[in-house]
């Protein structure tokens, strides 16, 4: 599906996105969060979700905790149909602009080693590897490459 970056809306997440957003994790991870642990995040002020919007449908999500002004990313997900035109980087930049705004001057998340469409992502907006945490990852096993953008 081809979208153009303009149509894109993006915006904090509510809970009528819960079950799309629910239902992009369950496509795209071998441990997806359940709608429940989403509804938990929402009564959490030091948590901060984005959904990009396009043509009315949650197209991906990504989100932000705020750990002693040090920005946690998580969940960073776009739907297999949408990928590859800019939704996460546009999602990311924006939760990004929206953290250095609430006074987080450093970001930090973790990735699968193999995943290389991840960590382009995260290196074009400045992201570097400061180490790799060995068998961090289950479904299948694998070491994660910790991330910092400060
Ligand atoms: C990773 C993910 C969020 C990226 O979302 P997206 O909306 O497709 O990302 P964007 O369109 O903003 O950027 C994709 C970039 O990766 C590049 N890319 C795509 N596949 C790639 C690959 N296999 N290897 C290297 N780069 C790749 C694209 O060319 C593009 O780079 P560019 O902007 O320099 O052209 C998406 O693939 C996804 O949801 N994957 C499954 C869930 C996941 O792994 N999340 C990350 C957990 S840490």
């Given at each position: 599906m081809t979208i153009n970056i303009e149509?894109?809306?993006?915006r904090e997440?509510?809970?009528t996105d819960i079950e799309a957003v629910s239902a992009i994790e369950?496509?795209?991870?071998?441990?997806?969060w359940s709608p429940n642990d989403f509804r938990d995040l929402l009564s959490r002020n030091y948590c901060y979700y984005l959904?990009?919007?396009?043509?009315?449908?949650?197209?991906?999500?990504a989100g932000l905790t705020d750990i002693c002004n040090e920005g946690n990313i998580d969940n960073v997900v776009v739907a297999e149909k949408f990928r590859g035109q800019g939704i996460a980087t546009a999602l990311?930049?924006?939760?990004?602009s929206r953290g250095e705004s609430r006074g987080i001057n450093a970001f930090t998340l973790e990735v699968r080693v193999s995943n290389e469409a991840?960590?382009?992502?995260?290196?074009?907006?400045?992201?570097?590897?400061e180490g790799i945490r060995p068998r961090f990852y289950e479904k299948p096993i694998e070491d994660a490459m910790i991330m910092w953008r400060r």
């Open positions: 149509e894109i809306e993006i997440l509510q809970d369950a496509a795209s991870f071998s441990m997806p959904v990009a919007i396009v043509d009315g449908e949650v197209a991906g999500c990311l930049k924006e939760l990004i991840a960590i382009h992502v995260y290196e074009n907006l400045g992201f570097v590897s």
